[in-house]
């Protein structure tokens, strides 16, 4: 049991944090709990929590993805004009994800191919998806898609939960597998620890980043799909500043942003952490220009307590 603590000490922090989070905020507002709440920052969790399980990939290799807000909009308002279309919904969500993977590669291939830094190479395309979305809707929201396609993802399983969350699960447990029990995670790990010694070993490290990039933004493109089923619209304006959003949930959740650490469970709490301080911000009427503040200070806060640990585990290995 101790050694279940200490790999996963970081982890049970954040469920602590998360529960000490609950507590306060029912206490300072008693309708915290109300079901309408519950169902708010489970549904705010899922769209973190999908972007963040992809940007957990990305941040593992030792990159940034800061283009998904737009990639994000870019595939909703593709998917609400293929519904509308009548793509048939195998189809659809299969095409979706092909055009969430390939937006996500085309970064990699910046990244790892073309030797661009992260940073720079994911804030252009986020202004090039951007603009994608607002050309090929002219602008305008992709409104009224039908029922059946957005049913897909939100039908509802009970007052509280609707099938998303079977998908964010799901999603979870399967970037689970390909991190731990694949060679491409195995790969993952060692390009974000130490890129160099990793090409040494026989790593091929541009295909790996590209990959990441491209498995990474098919959290987004589910969240996409989530957003399409919960609003019936796509909306290219959609998104902007979710990259934030999602690199919380990760970096909450213990996620290296220096690469070469992090997993998808403690992004799931990270996501769910998150959207319930989200959430009693807005319930205690907080305005939306201080939740920007506290987003930024969780980002950096969740950093350093990243280094604080890291630098308490190198002394104890020493």
Known sequence: MNAIYKKYRRE?????????????????????????????????????????IGMTCVIITG????????????????????????????????LCL?????????????????????FVATMGTMQVYRGIGYVVTGGFP????????????NFKITSVFTFSVVVFFVFAIIITFVLKKM????????????????????VRVERTKVLLYGIG?????????VIIGR???????????????????????????????GNVFGTVIGAVLFSALKVGLVVLGVDTFYQFIVTGLVIIVAAYIEIVQGNMLMKQKK
């Open 12 to 52: 049970w922090s954040v469920l602590i944090a998360l529960f000490v989070t609950i507590i306060v905020f029912s206490i300072l507002e008693h309708s915290y709990l109300s079901t309408t709440n519950i169902a708010t920052i489970i549904t705010q969790a899922v769209t973190y929590g999908l972007m963040g």
């Open 63 to 94: 990159g940034i993805d800061l283009s998904v807000g737009s990639v994000l909009a870019l595939v909703a308002c593709a998917g609400a004009q293929m519904a509308k279309a009548g793509v048939p919904i195998p189809l659809w969500i299969i």
């Open 98 to 118: 092909g055009l969430g993977f390939l937006l996500g590669a085309i970064n990699g291939v910046l990244v790892g191919v073309m030797k661009l830094q992260p």
């Open 142 to 153: 992709v409104l009224n898609v039908p029922r059946e396609y957005r049913n897909v993802f």
């Open 183 to 202: 060679k491409i995670g195995t790969y993952a790990y060692a390009v974000g620890g130490n890129e160099d010694a990793a090409r040494l070993s026989g």
């Open 217 to 225: 933004m098919l959290g987004t493109t589910l969240a996409a799909l």
């Open 231 to 261: 609003l019936g619209t796509g909306d290219p304006s959609t998104g902007q500043g979710y990259e934030l959003d999602a690199i919380a949930a990760a970096a909450i959740g213990g996620t290296s942003m220096a690469g070469g650490r």
